[in-house]
Every structure is written in structure tokens, then in C-alpha cells.
């Protein structure tokens, strides 16, 4: 059965902990994921952006077959779907009455006020459905689905503030920095380890 993202992340956070999101295009990717994140005992959040919801033919079909996986699997740890990056609030709701249990919307192409008008829309539908809802604000670089730019702007932090203030979006993606896309790897010469400090 698949859970609120929000009840998810309020635990996380309350446990100093994690949760990763991973975007998926296919069963075998999803069933990979799932597999992972049971053995690990780690909630998951499974995005699915524009372009793999409609390869995979539909937010009914990812909702349906995510659904029947986390049970016929036995899957014991907590499931999210998440419509990462929806392009307009019909895409939104689309996702919403398939089943998703978090959506965001992606209105950074548009101008700070269009962005908020379209957040804020969405939000609110969201948030009488109890769904929480993710906006964007500034640039990321990169190239994800039909979405590119060349150069990233970074998100304001005043701006973000009056932005969530404004939309009653339940998290906000903000640009950093970071980019989308296939990007180079670093060759490392020897092993490396990476260590988590709390």
C-alpha cells in the first residue's frame, strides 16, 4: 500500500534519517528500487516524471502497477508516488486521481508570478486531498524530459520564503548548483569512502 510522503518525511526528520527518491521508467527499474529499498529497510519515494508516466502509459498504469508490486513482493517498508516535475495543473491532478501520494509542480519556467499562481493552484487542491505538494523555484541546469537550461540561477532564499508563504506548498526544490541530466563522471584513482556524520 502505498503512503503519504508527508507522514514519511515527518518521521525521517524526526529520526535524523533519509529518505531517497529514485525515478523510475519501467517495471524491471521499479521492481530493482523496491528490492533494494526492502533489503536496506529504507522508505522510498518512487518519482515518475511527464515523460516516463506517458511511456509507461499512463499515471493510472505507474499507480496500479507500483500498487500491485508493493504487495505481491511483500514489500514491508514505506512506498511514495511522487509526480516529479508535472508540467501544468492538469498534469497534477491527472497524477492525483491516479492514486500519487505527493505531486509537484514545476512552474520555474514561468515568470515568480505565474509560478506562484500555478503552485498555489495546485497546492490547494493537493492539500484538501491531504497530498502534500513540492513547487520549484530558480533554474537547475541540465536537461530532464522537455525541460532545459543551459545555465542554473540560483533561488533567492527571500524570494523562497514569500514563495512558500504565498503557495502553501509543502516543500520547495530550490536551485543550489545542481544540474539534471547525464552528466561527466570524476575518475578516481584510488577507492574513495564516503561517511555520513549526524
Known amino acids: 500500500m502505498l503512503v503519504n510522503a508527508t ?8 529520526g535524523h534519517y533519509g529518505v531517497p527518491q529514485f525515478n523510475i521508467n519501467n517495471l524491471e527499474w521499479t521492481k530493482a528500487v523496491l528490492t533494494a529499498c526492502e533489503e536496506m529497510k529504507s522508505p522510498v519515494i518512487l518519482g515518475v516524471s511527464e515523460g ?14 507500483v500498487d500491485a508490486m ?4 511483500g514489500i514491508t517498508v514505506p512506498v511514495a508516488l511522487h509526480l516529479d516535475h508535472g508540467s501544468s495543473f492538469d498534469l497534477a491532478m491527472k497524477a492525483l486521481k491516479a492514486g500519487y501520494t505527493s505531486v509537484m509542480i514545476d512552474g520555474s519556467k514561468l515568470d515568480y508570478e505565474g509560478n506562484i499562481e500555478v503552485s498555489k493552484k495546485v497546492a490547494d487542491v493537493a492539500a ?26 540560483n533561488t533567492d532564499p527571500q524570494e523562497a520564503k514569500e514563495f512558500a508563504e504565498r503557495t502553501g506548498v509543502t516543500s520547495l526544490a530550490v536551485a543550489i548548483g545542481t544540474a539534471h541530466g547525464f552528466l561527466s563522471l570524476i575518475h578516481i584513482s584510488e577507492p574513495t569512502r564516503l561517511r555520513c556524520i549526524s
Not at 7 to 14: C, G, N, P, V
Not at 57 to 63: D, L, N, P, S
Open 7 to 14: 507522514e514519511m518525511l515527518i518521521k525521517a526528520r524526526d
Open 52 to 65: 516516463a508516466g506517458k511511456y509507461m502509459t499512463g499515471f493510472k498504469t505507474v499507480a496500479a502497477m
Open 70 to 73: 508493493v504487495d505481491s513482493m
Open 128 to 153: 484538501s486531498m491531504g497530498i502534500p505538494c513540492e513547487a520549484e523555484l530558480g533554474k537547475v541546469g541540465g536537461k530532464e524530459d522537455d525541460l532545459v537550461a543551459v545555465a542554473d540561477t
